[in-house]
Nanobody, 127 residues
């Protein structure tokens, strides 16, 4: 069983910073891609940033130069450092992990799972 747990959201003034964390738990061997998405009220969930196992990162245009995604493979954790926050960054931020190799038991072959989501963490930026 693989679960993602996010932390680090909150309320911040425009221009401020927040750091989000997302830890994947379970008997995990590897995670291919980890990422952050966000969903503002009344809008669709959208990609913010992703990072592959080789630390290749990709960002949505509006966050380039302000947000930095990183990961700690030993801890199965992904981070999102958000600087120079703007009111339009207000949303629920969701962690995603794709192509996870994990153990389903001590004598079982490893399994692969896709598209896991965290429960979401609220980020509110006041003007």
């Amino acid at each position: 069983q693989v679960q993602l747990v996010e932390s680090g959201g909150g309320l911040v003034q425009a221009g401020g910073s927040l750091r989000l964390s997302c830890a994947a738990s379970g008997s995990i061997f590897s995670i291919n891609v980890m990422g952050w998405y966000r969903q503002a009220p009344g809008k669709q969930r959208k990609l913010v940033a992703t990072i592959a196992s080789g630390n290749v990162a990709d960002y949505e245009d509006s966050v380039k130069g302000r947000f930095t995604i990183s990961r700690d493979n030993a801890k199965n954790t992904v981070y999102l450092q958000m600087n120079s926050l703007k009111p339009e960054d207000t949303a629920v931020y969701y962690c995603n992990a794709d192509r996870i190799k994990y153990s389903s038991g001590p004598y079982a072959l490893p399994k692969w799972g896709s598209n896991y989501w965290g429960q979401g963490t609220q980020v509110t930026v006041s003007s």
